[in-house]
Nanobody
Framework: VQLQASGGGLVQAGGSLTLSCVVS????????VGWFRQAPGKEREGVSCLSTWNDITHYADAVKGRFTISRDTAKNTVYLQMNNLRPEDTAVYYC???????????????????WGAGTQVTVSS
């Protein structure tokens, strides 16, 4: 099981970015997959997670209405569309999964077992 995140970068406040997470070793029709972030000096937090078997999503309060998680099963890819970015969204973003979790809420609020390398998102004011 592997996950590879990409798409981070530097953007001005109010701008948009789309992160991509290509997965391998499993299919996007059973486990939950999600995006997490860690800012300097802060704990890692669940940003958005998707239950791939029923398409139920979960979002952290800080990103509701601005971020959208989606997936393309044929491409084995999960996306995070981030709009109206704020300086406080600056962090390293990771995608993660846990084959034992099918609930988006449980994944985002738990400790996923499998992580990809992070991608840096920097939002300037």
């Amino acid at each position: 099981v592997q996950l590879q995140a990409s798409g981070g970068g530097l953007v001005q406040a109010g701008g948009s970015l789309t992160l991509s997470c290509v997965v391998s070793g499993f299919t996007l029709n059973r486990p939950a997959v999600g995006w997490f972030r860690q800012a300097p000096g802060k704990e890692r937090e669940g940003v958005s997670c998707l239950s791939t078997w029923n398409d139920i999503t979960h979002y952290a309060d800080a990103v509701k209405g601005r971020f959208t998680i989606s997936r393309d099963t044929a491409k084995n890819t999960v996306y995070l569309q981030m709009n109206n970015l704020r300086p406080e969204d600056t962090a390293v973003y990771y995608c993660a999964t846990d084959l034992g979790h099918s609930s988006s809420y449980a994944l985002c609020n738990g400790r996923p077992s499998t992580w990809g390398a992070g991608t840096q998102v920097t939002v300037s004011s």
